[in-house]
């Protein structure tokens, strides 16, 4: 069986049926099948315990699969140990020998290679380049700060110009400017490179940011596999709708669907239309859920075919470039409405009782 990636090209990483238990009965990890494309990036994304540090490992081979086949251009790698895979890694805590300056740090993997005194100073002097750390190659590790510790980690990852790297939280533990500054460099990299890489995050933002699809993960199984734009805009199911973005959610019934419109009865009695996606017969529970930029209250913003609802302002907050208001929806209080700040836009005062509306088409009827 050759695997494929979404884009219909041969896949380059592939998991086939695996499945992970560590105490021989409970599954962290669930008849996964996942490939991935060479030269892509994919994030692997979910809460603690998802099982997307597993699958990482078990990629690395730190871990071995309790079941299944995973291959690495075609060849099946189960049973090859890490050393000899030919990955690269860069880890959150970065890994880095505190007794070798720079330099030596990213000469060590050439080194265990065989490879000549010349060609390693040549590859690592252009690893050191490559993430603008050129002049610190004299320096160790404790005389460096934790972003440029982190450089020097994907630099040793990248200096033997493997085809694959993982990376598994590596900006967890910088401050947010940095943080992003390292997210646009990776990437950037990784693009320039041609290097498949696969990150593991639980943070959604770094994710959406990053990557060319996102793999998101949850009781050990992916929920859903699709480029962020996708995955923000078409979530598949609750879960996905939740983690991936701010949403609004209103609970109710599917009380018919005719084509791609699906009639629900909200439970304050309120009648919406939505796309529906995850229900399918009358009398069924469902969680509707509609993204707060996607919800208007300026009514000569409003677009022809919106549906309104009443509403009242329970907070307004001022925040620069938007304003994020909350309301209380349809029993729910905290419907929250996200809006550019505009001279046109309207500031809205606790305690008004307003109306607000979005298109259908902006709707989706998801499991309960």
């Known amino acids: 069986m050759t695997s494929a990636t979404a884009s219909g090209s041969p896949a380059f990483v592939s998991f086939e049926h695996v499945q992970k238990s560590y105490d021989g009965e409970t599954l962290v990890v669930k008849d996964l099948n996942l490939s991935v494309g060479k030269g892509e990036f994919l994030t692997m994304l979910g809460p603690s315990g998802s099982g997307k540090t597993t699958c990482l490992m078990m990629l690395a081979g730190f871990e071995t699969a309790t079941h299944g086949e995973i291959k690495l251009g075609g ?10 895979r030919g990955i690269g890694m860069v880890f959150q805590n970065y890994a880095l020998f505190p007794h070798m300056t720079v330099a030596e740090n990213l ?6 290679r065989g490879m000549a005194k010349a060609e390693r100073e040549k590859k690592v002097k252009r690893a050191l380049d490559m993430v603008q750390m050129g002049a610190f190659g004299g320096r160790r590790p404790a ?3 934790g972003g440029q510790q982190q450089r020097i980690a994907l630099a040793r990852a990248l200096v033997f110009e493997p085809e694959l790297v993982l990376m598994d939280e590596p900006l967890g533990a910088l401050d947010k400017q940095l943080r992003e500054h390292m997210q646009f460099e990776i990437t950037r990299l990784a693009h320039e490179l041609g290097i498949t890489t696969v990150y ?5 933002t770094e994710a959406l940011t990053m990557s060319d699809n996102i793999a998101v993960f949850d009781d050990g199984r992916i929920q859903q596999l699709a480029p962020p734009a996708v995955l923000y805009e078409e979530p598949e199911n609750s879960f996905v709708a939740q983690f991936i973005g701010e949403n609004n959610t209103l609970l109710g019934t599917l009380k018919e669907i005719k084509g791609d419109v699906a009639l629900i009865q909200l439970d ?11 229900v399918s017969k009358p009398g069924e529970r469902t969680r509707v859920s509609i993204r707060p930029e996607r919800v208007e209250f300026n009514k000569a913003r409003l677009q022809p075919g919106a549906h309104t609802l009443k509403a009242e302002v329970l907070e307004f907050i001022y925040m620069g470039d938007i304003f994020r208001t909350r309301l209380k929806v349809a029993g729910n209080e905290e419907f929250i409405v996200k809006t550019r700040n505009a001279p046109d836009q309207v500031r809205l005062e606790p305690g008004s009782q307003i109306e607000i509306g979005w298109l259908p088409t902006d709707c989706r009827a998801l499991d309960a």
């Open 143 to 145: 005389q460096l700060s």
């Open 107 to 112: 000469s060590f993997p050439l080194e265990v």
């Open 268 to 278: 304050d009695g309120e009648l919406i239309d939505a796309k529906p996606v995850n």
């Open 75 to 84: 060849r099946p790698i189960n049973n090859i140990p890490p050393h000899k």
């Open 200 to 204: 593991v995050t639980h943070d959604q």
